[in-house]
Protein backbone atom coordinates (compact mmCIF):
# COMPACT_ATOMS: atom_id res chain seq x y z
CA UNK A 1 0.00 0.00 0.00
CA UNK A 2 1.62 3.22 -1.23
CA UNK A 3 1.93 5.38 1.83
CA UNK A 4 3.76 8.96 2.43
CA UNK A 5 5.09 9.88 6.44
CA UNK A 6 6.18 12.87 7.26
CA UNK A 7 8.66 13.89 10.47
CA UNK A 8 10.90 16.73 11.49
CA UNK A 9 8.34 18.67 12.81
CA UNK A 10 8.00 21.02 15.68
CA UNK A 11 8.43 24.20 17.22
CA UNK A 12 11.40 26.50 16.65
CA UNK A 13 12.10 30.31 17.16
CA UNK A 14 12.28 32.79 14.38
CA UNK A 15 15.32 32.93 12.24
CA UNK A 16 15.84 29.07 13.26
CA UNK A 17 16.59 25.94 10.84
CA UNK A 18 14.16 23.05 10.78
CA UNK A 19 14.55 19.79 8.34
CA UNK A 20 11.08 17.72 8.07
CA UNK A 21 11.44 14.58 5.97
CA UNK A 22 8.96 12.42 3.73
CA UNK A 23 9.31 8.67 3.59
CA UNK A 24 7.70 6.82 0.83
CA UNK A 25 6.61 3.18 0.71
CA UNK A 26 4.78 1.26 -1.58
CA UNK A 27 5.87 3.11 -4.79
CA UNK A 28 9.44 4.12 -6.70
CA UNK A 29 9.41 7.32 -5.70
CA UNK A 30 11.93 7.98 -8.47
CA UNK A 31 8.99 7.80 -10.70
CA UNK A 32 7.22 10.78 -8.90
CA UNK A 33 7.84 14.27 -8.69
CA UNK A 34 7.83 15.10 -5.05
CA UNK A 35 6.19 18.31 -3.72
CA UNK A 36 5.24 20.15 0.14
CA UNK A 37 2.55 21.74 0.59
CA UNK A 38 1.88 24.05 3.75
CA UNK A 39 -1.65 24.78 5.29
CA UNK A 40 -1.30 27.82 8.29
CA UNK A 41 -4.10 28.28 9.89
CA UNK A 42 -7.63 29.80 8.39
CA UNK A 43 -5.87 29.73 5.28
CA UNK A 44 -5.73 27.44 2.33
CA UNK A 45 -3.29 25.27 1.53
CA UNK A 46 -0.17 26.28 -0.18
CA UNK A 47 1.92 25.05 -2.68
CA UNK A 48 5.71 25.60 -1.41
CA UNK A 49 8.28 23.60 -3.42
CA UNK A 50 8.81 21.08 -6.15
CA UNK A 51 11.13 18.88 -6.72
CA UNK A 52 11.20 17.09 -10.35
CA UNK A 53 12.27 13.65 -11.04
CA UNK A 54 15.32 15.15 -12.75
CA UNK A 55 15.93 17.21 -9.84
CA UNK A 56 14.38 20.32 -10.74
CA UNK A 57 13.93 22.28 -7.89
CA UNK A 58 11.11 25.21 -7.55
CA UNK A 59 9.46 27.50 -4.86
CA UNK A 60 6.88 29.71 -4.29
CA UNK A 61 8.34 33.18 -3.75
CA UNK A 62 8.04 33.76 -0.30
CA UNK A 63 10.59 30.29 1.03
CA UNK A 64 12.78 31.26 -2.17
CA UNK A 65 16.47 31.72 -1.23
CA UNK A 66 15.28 30.51 2.62
CA UNK A 67 13.55 26.39 1.81
CA UNK A 68 15.17 23.95 0.05
CA UNK A 69 13.55 20.97 -1.51
CA UNK A 70 15.95 17.46 -2.20
CA UNK A 71 15.41 13.55 -2.90
CA UNK A 72 16.63 10.58 -2.05
CA UNK A 73 15.41 7.98 -4.25
CA UNK A 74 17.98 5.26 -3.06
CA UNK A 75 16.02 5.99 0.20
CA UNK A 76 12.71 6.79 -0.55
CA UNK A 77 13.39 9.54 0.45
CA UNK A 78 12.52 13.64 0.37
CA UNK A 79 13.03 16.59 2.41
CA UNK A 80 12.53 20.28 3.37
CA UNK A 81 15.23 22.13 4.52
CA UNK A 82 13.68 25.38 6.07
CA UNK A 83 15.93 28.30 7.17
CA UNK A 84 15.62 32.01 8.45
CA UNK A 85 12.18 30.41 9.77
CA UNK A 86 9.50 33.01 10.36
CA UNK A 87 6.36 32.98 12.17
CA UNK A 88 4.51 33.24 8.83
CA UNK A 89 6.18 30.10 8.36
CA UNK A 90 4.04 28.58 10.65
CA UNK A 91 1.48 25.82 9.12
CA UNK A 92 1.03 21.86 8.98
CA UNK A 93 3.39 20.96 5.84
CA UNK A 94 2.37 18.16 3.51
CA UNK A 95 4.01 16.01 1.15
CA UNK A 96 2.73 14.99 -2.24
CA UNK A 97 4.29 12.34 -4.97
CA UNK A 98 2.69 13.06 -8.19
CA UNK A 99 3.01 10.98 -11.23
CA UNK A 100 0.41 12.11 -14.01
CA UNK A 101 -3.16 11.65 -12.35
CA UNK A 102 -1.96 9.87 -9.35
CA UNK A 103 -1.30 12.27 -6.14
CA UNK A 104 -0.45 10.82 -3.02
CA UNK A 105 -0.71 12.87 0.55
CA UNK A 106 1.05 11.94 3.85
CA UNK A 107 -0.68 13.02 7.05
CA UNK A 108 1.08 16.33 7.40
CA UNK A 109 3.37 17.28 10.06
CA UNK A 110 2.89 20.67 12.25
CA UNK A 111 5.78 23.26 12.07
CA UNK A 112 5.45 26.13 14.73
CA UNK A 113 7.88 29.19 14.58
CA UNK A 114 7.33 31.15 17.44
CA UNK A 115 9.39 32.93 20.24
Known amino acids: QAQLVESGGGLVQPGGSLRVACAAS????????MRWYRKAPGQEREWVAT???????TYVDAVKGRFTISRDNDKNMAFLQMKSLKSEDTAIYYCNALQGVTSLWGQGIQVTVSS
Open 51 to 57: ISRAGKE
Open 26 to 33: GIPMSAYA
